[in-house]
């Protein structure tokens, strides 16, 4: 890796702006009300800070290839060149050049789109979480090693309480906004201690893609309780209770922020490690156990009655593909289907909230028929050729390709779904002109032909419509074309399951009554149990409360049972005991020698007693005694 | 100039507390202003002696620096022997910072002002002279006579039932003391000559020595490496010898209680530290298992007896248990990073402490209000985001501090325990992520009910925002545990070079 004097200087640019820009984030939180124009422009002037500074540094690294890409490393905890220092340093590659800018340009056309946040009571709160999860995104996506990515996903973190703030002044809004935080802080210090275990057993996390070899074998939990944390950043099974939430905050600051940023943000160190991970197996079982989420939450989102939490469903399920794919295909697919889950949320969930008039009906529903196919992975757009890849990966394998067409076709099926459910439930009102014209623009940006270079998003073999360079093969290499027979069956898989899912979509949302609603209605139970995440909530409630009983009964038995009364009762009792018997010894002690001493004293006392009482006899029978002694005593000498 | 910073820095806070004393007692106001003035000032004084030691100490290098050494009671080799090393610095650092906060905190305290004030100052001396003393007899004078002040501070100033507290805290405290000292006689004598001096000590000579008790031939290094680790486990709170600490969290007010769990205790960890890894190496090599494994308990432990806490007192009291058992964990680790970790954590966790101590005492004095979720779970508090926008900022903080998001102080700490840990220890690690998950429920939960949601209409008294004075001392506090994690070199280029010579000695 080179580290020239330039690029420390750039670095320090870009964590310069970088600050800056947070700082603009916090007086926009705390004083917006006060600004004009509830800080917008505050959080506008940070957002074209952060994209003028990814541009100027790039500028000189556009035709470089990955492996020349130029990144400084600095120690952070301890010197760079110990074993166990802690090392940050900003990479500037295509991927990361390219995600950080999508998430600033899509910061700065949510806080242009006054039909979203005029309505809100708190804006400035959008403002800002708008501004802080640009930096967030952009400070996970050009991280050079996993500490200052992680630094990154806590700004998303952030962005999406402060998206979810709009509303923490009622009781229903406070929970969902702190389930939030919690849930998602936990799922990081997860990653964090994966990371710390990782860093312990010696492996460098950084993260350049590069060959690698198998993790030593004390690393494997760290390695696995890694991915599982940045997984759990896309909400999934069995944490999928907090997106059917009811919550007036802003649909789309909780979907885009809250959701679909720090679903990306995690996924940046989750990509990048990728050969680390593939070479220990662990992304093996990360990939299945994000299938299963998949299926898991598209099902879950087919029984809202809500367009709010089927939406959250969704996105959420289409991160957990992109995850899937990652695993068993590779990179380049899931930074295919990254992007169009992005760009479908985004519009998706613009065009739901702006208001619904008879002007802008066609229009609004076609676009919600783009975003949909964009983010069902239709051709044309960019998901689709990701889609096509990772079928194709995995064509030789029955099993796999069927579950991958499963989770495909399962979340295509949400994503069609929602064309029909979300105009029956927007709210009746002029829709601001940039209501339209931001989703159009974003829908422009996800057609496959930017990202693949082919005007069908390589839907035909051999791509014989490629008009311009991949983006994709500039960032992550050109992949294998695959044999003819395993690009047929991936091909089949992909139009039958998203064209398919359309189908069934129509049928059973499109006319009329929606028949996934008729199925609550008749097993209310069933439906209940699928909508509200399958009992997982249930099940972690019961687990939180067998922990604060045993929390109270070790409070109550130990501290104040144990500690507070009977320890301190018994020592009470053994010293009380123990002085009482001594106390009595003591006492008969003293009595006993009081006696021994009266006694002794007593027969002198009393014969000098008798002596004094002026009793003659006595008095003679002493003088007559003493003389007798005198006597003698002179007589012997 | 260095050669007298250590005796300014221990002194000048006595001096304070002569000088309030004889201050001319005039009008109420302008006495009380002036008293606290003179004790801010003295305080003030003893933490710019520190700070200017802690910046003039030279980096990469493991020996004791601004060395003062005076004969004292020679007929015992007893000397007035200070100094700073890695080991001690942060502390050294930490009392700097905190103490004139505790002060600035009581500034407007209506009962008894100068005793209060006093009191603080030496537990301020004291606790410095004990972090700085290279000789065991001077650590011990000055660490026994730290369980003083606070006696009356908890038993004047303290709750309901402040004199139960402070009698079992002294308790707790003479037995501890007591401990101590029969270690201290037993060092003295196994020696030849007998020394008290610290770095006389130093290398295991006593790992050789042996004594006769009842006809049994006892090492002296084991007994007196046991009783003093009893001594100083009854002074942290160490379980289950916790008990007066919890009753100590619910009594004292919230300054005291900052002094005892943000300083006090880090100092006891310190003190185990430099004890344990300088005079009776051997013996911690083969503890080292069993001071893990109560780290780990209390880590548990403490996490799961926080999760029931109804109000912020215990909350508190429970968080800093845990904590404590992390730090041990730290120590139990042998290692670099582990021991470094354990000492940078004792900053960190003094600081984020601190910090949750004097937020949750700013709320209590406007809402009269301690608890933040009744009996059956409904907040108590609330809405706090809106009426008090600064308080929330610093409360969230100061909970990513503890919780060791990346960036703040904590975060470094946790890092390089844990690191430190993982190889030898995987368990304990494992648990210590539990315990942490653990308390990003009660936390965050705890950050809902106070801060989000409605205002709740029953409370006594409206919620109003941090004054001007109060934010002058907590937002530094949490400015520096922002800045300890963004940029740690500094400070641990202070204590590794210290750390890797003492870890040589039981390797």
């Given at each position: 890796m080179n580290e020239p004097w330039l690029d420390s200087s750039a670095s320090v640019l870009v964590i310069g702006t970088l600050s800056l820009a947070l700082i603009a984030a916090v007086v926009t939180v705390r004083w917006g009300r006060r600004l004009p124009r509830r800080g917008d422009w505050l959080a506008g002037l940070g957002i074209l800070s952060v994209i003028i500074v990814l541009l100027v540094t790039r500028r000189h690294e556009m035709s470089m290839p990955v492996e020349e890409v130029p990144a400084a490393v600095h120690g952070w905890v301890w010197p760079r060149i110990e074993s166990d220092a802690l090392r940050v340093g900003i990479l500037r590659d295509g991927p990361g050049f390219a995600v950080s800018m999508i998430a600033a340009a899509l910061s700065a056309l949510f806080v242009l789109n006054r039909s979203v946040t005029e309505r809100e009571p708190r804006q400035e709160r959008l403002f800002a979480a708008a501004l802080t999860g640009s930096i967030g995104m952009t400070l996970a996506w050009l991280s050079l090693t996993a500490w200052l990515a992680f630094g990154g996903i806590l700004l998303t973190i952030f962005s999406g309480f402060l998206a979810l703030g709009t509303h923490w002044d009622d009781s229903t809004g406070a929970g969902v906004a702190a389930r939030y935080a919690r849930e998602r802080s936990a799922a990081l210090l997860l990653s964090i201690f994966g990371a710390f275990a990782l860093a312990s057993s010696g492996v460098d996390l950084v993260l350049v893609a590069k060959a690698s070899a198998p993790l030593p074998v004390g690393a494997s939990l760290g390695g696995l309780l890694l991915v599982l944390g940045l997984f759990a950043q896309t909400q999934p099974f069995p944490m999928s209770g907090w997106l059917t939430l009811p919550s007036r905050a802003s649909a789309s600051g909780r979907i885009i922020f809250a959701q679909a940023f720090s679903a990306v943000a995690a996924l940046a160190p989750l990509i990048r490690l990728e050969p680390l991970l593939r070479a220990s197996g662990i992304l093996q079982t990360l990939g299945w156990v994000s299938l299963v989420s998949t299926v898991l939450i598209s099902f879950q989102g087919l029984f809202q009655a809500d367009w709010r939490p089927a939406m959250s469903a969704w996105?959420?399920?289409?991160?957990?593909?992109?995850?899937?794919?990652?695993?068993?295909?590779?990179?380049?697919?899931?930074?295919?289907?990254?992007?169009?889950?992005?760009?479908?949320?985004?519009?998706?969930?613009?065009?739901?909230?702006?208001?619904?008039?008879?002007?802008?009906?066609?229009?609004?529903?076609?676009?919600?028929?783009?975003?949909?196919?964009?983010?069902?992975?239709?051709?044309?757009?960019?998901?689709?050729?990701?889609?096509?890849?990772?079928?194709?990966?995995?064509?030789?394998?029955?099993?796999?390709?069927?579950?991958?067409?499963?989770?495909?076709?399962?979340?295509?099926?949400?994503?069609?779904?929602?064309?029909?459910?979300?105009?029956?439930?927007?709210?009746?009102?002029?829709?601001?002109?940039?209501?339209?014209?931001?989703?159009?623009?974003?829908?422009?940006?996800?057609?496959?032909?930017?990202?693949?270079?082919?005007?069908?998003?390589?839907?035909?073999?051999?791509?014989?419509?490629?008009?311009?360079?991949?983006?994709?093969?500039?960032?992550?290499?050109?992949?294998?074309?695959?044999d003819a027979a395993r690009v047929l069956t991936a091909s089949s898989l992909l139009w039958g399951g998203v064209l398919g899912a359309l189908a069934i979509a129509f049928w059973s949302s499109g006319r009329g009554e929606d028949r996934w609603l008729r199925i609550r209605g008749t097993l209310p139970r069933f439906a209940s149990f699928i909508e509200e995440g399958y009992g997982a909530d249930r099940f972690f409630g019961q687990l939180l409360r067998g922990a604060t009983w045993l929390a109270n009964q070790l409070g109550t038995w130990l501290d104040h049972a144990l500690w507070g009364r009977w320890v301190p009762g018994a020592a009470d009792w053994v010293l009380t005991r123990t002085s009482g018997l001594l106390n009595r010894a003591d006492g008969g002690l003293i009595v006993a020698i009081h006696r021994g001493v009266h006694r002794g004293v007593h027969v002198p006392a009393k014969l000098l007693q008798l002596v004094q009482n002026g009793d003659l006899q006595w008095y003679l029978f002493f003088a007559i005694g003493s003389g007798i002694a005198i006597i003698l005593h002179f007589l012997r000498f | 100039m260095s050669h007298h910073l250590i005796t300014l820095m221990v002194f000048l806070p006595f001096l304070g507390v002569v000088v309030q004393a004889f201050l001319p007692r005039g009008e109420e106001q302008t006495s009380a202003t002036m008293s606290a003035g003179v004790s801010l000032a003295a305080s003030l004084g003893g933490s710019i002696c520190g700070l200017l030691l802690v910046m003039g100490m030279q980096t990469q290098m493991a020996d004791l620096q601004a060395i003062e050494t005076l004969p004292w009671i020679g007929s015992f080799a007893i000397s007035y022997s200070m100094g700073l090393d890695?080991?001690?610095?942060?502390?050294?650092?930490?009392?700097?910072?905190?103490?004139?906060?505790?002060?600035?905190?009581?500034?407007?305290?209506?009962?008894?002002?100068?005793?209060?004030?006093?009191?603080?100052?030496?537990?301020?001396?004291?606790?410095?002279?004990?972090?700085?003393?290279?000789?065991?007899?001077?650590?011990?004078?000055?660490?026994?006579?730290?369980?003083?002040?606070?006696?009356?501070?908890?038993?004047?100033?303290?709750?309901?039932?402040?004199?139960?507290?402070?009698?079992?805290?002294?308790?707790?405290?003479?037995?501890?003391?007591?401990?101590?000292?029969?270690?201290?006689?037993?060092?003295?004598?196994?020696?030849?000559?007998?020394?008290?001096?610290?770095?006389?000590?130093?290398?295991?000579?006593?790992?050789?020595?042996?004594?006769?008790?009842?006809?049994?031939?006892?090492?002296?290094?084991?007994?007196?490496?046991?009783?003093?680790?009893?001594?100083?486990?009854?002074?942290?709170?160490?379980?289950?010898?916790?008990?007066w600490f919890i009753e100590v969290a619910e009594e004292a007010p919230p300054s005291v209680f900052v002094a005892l769990a943000a300083v006090s205790v880090p100092v006891a960890t310190y003190i185990f530290i430099r004890l344990a890894y300088s005079l009776f190496p051997e013996t911690v090599a083969q503890s080292a298992?069993?001071?893990?494994?109560?780290?780990?308990?209390?880590?548990?432990?403490?996490?799961?007896?926080?999760?029931?806490?109804?109000?912020?007192?215990?909350?508190?009291?429970?968080?800093?248990?845990?904590?404590?058992?992390?730090?041990?964990?730290?120590?139990?680790?042998?290692?670099?990073?582990?021991?470094?970790?354990?000492?940078?954590?004792?900053?960190?966790?003094?600081?984020?402490?601190?910090?949750?101590?004097?937020?949750?005492?700013?709320?209590?004095?406007?809402?009269?209000?301690?608890?933040?979720?009744?009996?059956?779970?409904?907040?108590?508090?609330?809405?706090?985001?809106?009426?008090?926008?600064?308080?929330?900022?610093?409360?969230?903080?100061?909970?990513?501090?503890?919780?060791?998001?990346?960036?703040?102080?904590?975060?470094?700490?946790?890092?390089?325990?844990?690191?430190?840990?993982?190889?030898?220890?995987?368990?304990?690690?494992?648990?210590?992520?539990?315990?942490?998950?653990?308390?990003?429920?009660?936390?965050?939960?705890?950050?809902?009910?106070?801060?989000?949601?409605?205002?709740?209409?029953?409370?006594?008294?409206?919620?109003?925002?941090?004054?001007?004075?109060?934010?002058?001392?907590?937002?530094?506090?949490?400015?520096?545990?922002?800045?300890?994690?963004?940029?740690?070199?500094?400070?641990?280029?202070?204590?590794?070079?210290?750390?890797?010579?003492?870890?040589?000695?039981?390797?």
């Open positions: 996105i959420s399920a289409s991160f957990g593909l992109t995850t899937c794919v990652l695993a068993f295909s590779g990179p380049w697919a899931a930074f295919s289907l990254l992007l169009a889950a992005l760009f479908a949320a985004f519009v998706f969930t613009l065009l739901a909230s702006i208001g619904a008039d008879e002007r802008n009906r066609f229009a609004s529903r076609m676009c919600l028929l783009i975003a949909a196919a964009t983010g069902a992975g239709l051709a044309g757009f960019v998901g689709f050729s990701g889609s096509l890849k990772s079928l194709v990966d995995v064509a030789d394998n029955a099993t796999l390709a069927t579950a991958l067409g499963l989770a495909r076709f399962a979340v295509a099926l949400l994503a069609w779904k929602l064309v029909w459910l979300v105009p029956e439930q927007r709210k009746p009102g002029a829709g601001h002109w940039s209501g339209l014209a931001i989703p159009v623009i974003v829908i422009l940006a996800s057609l496959g032909v930017f990202w693949t270079g082919s005007l069908t998003g390589g839907a035909i073999p051999g791509n014989p419509d490629q008009v311009m360079n991949s983006a994709l093969n500039f960032f992550f290499g050109s992949p294998e074309s695959g | 890695g080991l001690n610095a942060l502390l050294v650092l930490l009392i700097a910072i905190l103490f004139p906060v505790l002060i600035a905190a009581e500034w407007n305290q209506k009962v008894g002002l100068r005793g209060m004030h006093g009191l603080l100052l030496v537990l301020q001396s004291s606790l410095a002279g004990a972090v700085c003393a290279q000789d065991l007899f001077l650590l011990f004078f000055f660490w026994a006579m730290s369980s003083l002040p606070l006696y009356f501070l908890i038993g004047i100033w303290g709750g309901p039932r402040r004199e139960t507290a402070a009698f079992r805290s002294m308790v707790a405290a003479a037995l501890g003391n007591a401990l101590f000292f029969g270690a201290l006689v037993l060092i003295f004598y196994s020696v030849e000559p007998h020394t008290f001096s610290i770095h006389e000590l130093t290398g295991g000579k006593l790992g050789k020595e042996a004594f006769k008790l009842l006809g049994a031939e006892l090492p002296v290094g084991g007994v007196a490496f046991g009783l003093i680790s009893l001594g100083l486990a009854l002074r942290a709170p160490i379980w289950p010898l916790h008990g298992d069993a001071i893990v494994i109560v780290g780990a308990i209390n880590l548990v432990l403490g996490g799961i007896c926080a999760i029931s806490q109804r109000g912020l007192k215990l909350l508190l009291a429970y968080v800093c248990l845990s904590e404590v058992g992390l730090i041990l964990i730290g120590v139990g680790s042998l290692s670099a990073a582990g021991m470094v970790g354990a000492v940078y954590q004792q900053l960190a966790l003094g600081l984020g402490i601190a910090g949750f101590g004097l937020f949750s005492g700013v709320l209590m004095s406007r809402t009269g209000e301690s608890l933040f979720r009744a009996e059956d779970g409904t907040p108590t508090l609330g809405g706090g985001a809106v009426r008090a926008p600064m308080m929330a900022l610093v409360a969230g903080l100061v909970v990513a501090s503890l919780l060791g998001f990346p960036g703040s102080g904590g975060f470094v700490g946790h890092s390089l325990l844990m690191i430190g840990s993982y190889s030898l220890h995987p368990m304990a690690v494992v648990l210590a992520c539990v315990a942490l998950l653990l308390a990003t429920y009660y936390l965050f939960t705890m950050y809902r009910l106070v801060f989000l949601g409605p205002e709740v209409e029953k409370r006594g008294r409206a919620l109003s925002d941090l004054t001007l004075r109060e934010q002058a001392y907590l937002l530094p506090l949490v400015g520096l545990l922002v800045i300890f994690g963004l940029y740690p070199k500094p400070l641990l280029e202070l204590v590794r070079p210290t750390v890797l010579a003492l870890i040589g000695i039981p390797k």
